[in-house]
């Protein structure tokens, strides 16, 4: 069946420090992909998103980078901030279907300041 | 422009009890999404509303169960809870819910529900 996974459950950055989370995803014909931010009690909230044509796109300090042949997602956040400290969720939808998405675990980001 | 309004914050309920959670989407939004999320499964997709109509629905047994308002509002139920029910549940709302171009889900901030 689909699944999206994360490579890492924690992640400790130094603050300042780039920070790379990973995803793997397993279902080919997902063709849009979003990164979300999860702080502690609150919803998560939209990062960035790319879809399956492209294999890089950049927001600010965020850059988002898709590798379909080995069906891997990472998001890069430029000079980690103490605010970037939350949980990082990937996503895949296949827009063939209605709004199913598909997250991922997630990988919480520690900012050491 | 007001977000996504969950209601209530938090919720505990007994084993047995059923709940009815609210989800008041971005005004102009017509879809309509509940997740579950869990520490040890992540989010989970339950359903997907659209103009009062279920139009995908993920893998949860009928004790789940949800509707959506002419004025795109929803309300989710959980009937006979478990212990295993005890979740953060999540509602998200997007003007179409295609998944077209750059489609975006905007999330609530939940409803804590605690089964003891």
């Known amino acids: 069946g689909e699944s999206v996974g994360l490579h890492l459950p924690t992640l400790s950055v130094q603050e300042g420090d780039n920070s790379i989370i990973n995803c793997a995803y397993s279902?080919?014909?997902?063709?849009?992909f979003i990164w979300y931010k999860q702080e502690s009690g609150k919803g998560p909230q939209f990062i960035i998103d790319?879809?399956?044509?492209?294999d890089k796109r950049q927001g600010q300090r965020v850059t988002v980078l898709l590798n379909k042949t080995v069906k891997h997602l990472s998001l890069q956040i430029a000079a980690t901030q103490p605010g970037d400290s939350a949980v990082y969720f990937c996503?895949?939808?296949?827009?063939?279907?209605?709004?199913?998405?598909?997250f991922g675990t997630g990988t919480k980001l520690q900012v050491i300041p | 422009k007001a977000g996504v309004t969950q209601t209530p914050r938090y919720l505990i309920k007994t084993r047995g009890q059923q709940v009815t959670l609210s989800c008041s989407p971005i005004?102009?939004?017509?879809?309509v999404s509940w997740y579950q999320q869990t520490p040890g499964q992540g989010l989970q997709f339950l359903f997907e509303?659209?103009?009062?109509?279920?139009?995908n629905k993920g893998n949860f047994p009928g004790r789940f169960s949800g509707r959506q308002f002419s004025n795109s509002r929803s309300e989710m139920n959980v009937s006979t809870l478990e212990l295993g029910d005890s979740a953060l549940y999540l509602c998200?709302?997007?003007?179409?819910?295609?998944?077209?171009?750059?489609?975006?889900?905007?999330f609530g901030s939940g409803t804590q529900l605690s089964v003891l």
């Open positions: 996503a895949e939808i296949n827009s063939g279907g209605y709004q199913k998405v598909t």
């Open positions: 279902n080919s014909a997902s063709d849009y």
């Open positions: 790319i879809r399956s044509n492209m």
């Open positions: 005004s102009g939004h017509r879809s």
């Open positions: 509303y659209f103009s009062e109509t279920q139009r």
């Open positions: 998200a709302s997007s003007s179409t819910g295609t998944g077209e171009g750059s489609e975006k889900l905007f």
